[in-house]
């Protein structure tokens, strides 16, 4: 039996799920939160509570290319700070998917994101931006680190949807492009796999899972190399347009679907 038959998807439906792999892979080395369009695209061709289970392994795969891709320019002062939250919010992630239906979920994360969008663009238009990022040396500073990195591991255990929220957090926290892409690459490698054993608690995970994810993770490398190309040619004011815009892409499809 092939993995289609397995899952009950037809040819196209498979092909849909392949674009949005090698979406994955682009967004990882290229536009972070653009990934976004790919949870949408795996809910509304698998079932949506599945559609996280199948989703996590393609996204880990994407996220070590990007770690051999960026491993070099990842601000690990930063990585320290977020992760204690980061651990608390996949915990409460992990108990409102007890007993959330998908309707919730989406509706939650969906206005989540866009309200985030929104705080900031609204920041950005307010502060004027330092080289180096320093958010984290301040009380304040830690404050943000701290809602951010509970936000970021609730809608990344719930949706795989953590990718915009780390992304408006590392944008207000001034990161430049490589910077910015090497910290959250490493970021969501260490977090994505720490998901697993949870995932695999939950029933999200299992033997034919992994066999669908096989078959797709073929089309997260051609992603990758074709994000590693475009960012060299993205400046970094449209840098920050594009994560925003697939953030608020990504809020109002959790909305609307």
């Given at each position: 039996?092939?993995?289609?038959?397995?899952?009950?998807?037809?040819?196209?439906e498979f092909a849909a799920l392949a674009a949005a792999a090698l979406l994955v892979g682009f967004s990882k080395t290229a536009v972070s939160g653009a990934n976004t369009v790919s949870l949408a695209i795996f809910a509304a061709v698998l079932p949506a509570r599945a559609s996280t289970g199948v989703l996590l392994p393609?996204?880990?795969?994407?996220?070590?290319?990007?770690?051999?891709?960026?491993?070099?320019?990842?601000?690990?002062?930063?990585?320290?700070?977020?992760?204690?939250?980061?651990?608390?919010?996949?915990?409460?992630?992990?108990?409102?998917?007890?007993?959330a239906d998908d309707g919730a979920v989406r509706t939650s994360i969906g206005a989540i994101l866009?309200?985030?969008?929104?705080?900031?663009?609204?920041?950005?238009?307010?502060a004027v931006q330092d080289a180096e990022p320093d958010a984290v040396t301040t009380s304040t500073g830690r404050i943000k680190a701290r809602s951010y990195g509970v936000l970021g591991g609730f809608t990344t255990m719930v949706a795989n949807a953590g990718g915009p929220v780390m992304s408006l957090y590392l944008l207000s926290a001034g990161f430049r492009k490589?910077?910015?892409?090497?910290?959250?690459?490493?970021?969501?490698?260490?977090?994505?796999?720490?998901k697993v054993p949870f995932s695999v608690g939950l029933g999200l995970i299992d033997g034919h899972s992994l066999l669908l994810d096989a078959a797709l993770a073929l089309f997260v490398v051609p992603g990758a190399f074709l994000g590693k190309w475009a960012v060299t040619r993205i400046n970094q004011r449209l840098f920050e347009q594009l994560v925003i815009a697939a953030t608020v892409v990504g809020g109002v499809q959790l909305l609307l679907r």
């Open positions: 039996m092939n993995t289609m038959t397995l899952w009950h998807i037809s040819p196209w393609v996204l880990i795969v994407g996220d070590v290319l990007a770690v051999l891709t960026y491993r070099r320019h990842a601000h690990w002062p930063t990585l320290w700070r977020l992760f204690p939250a980061v651990a608390a919010g996949v915990v409460l992630g992990t108990l409102f998917l007890v007993w866009l309200l985030m969008a929104a705080v900031t663009v609204w920041r950005r238009r307010a490589l910077g910015f892409l090497g910290t959250s690459a490493f970021f969501f490698l260490i977090v994505n796999v720490s």
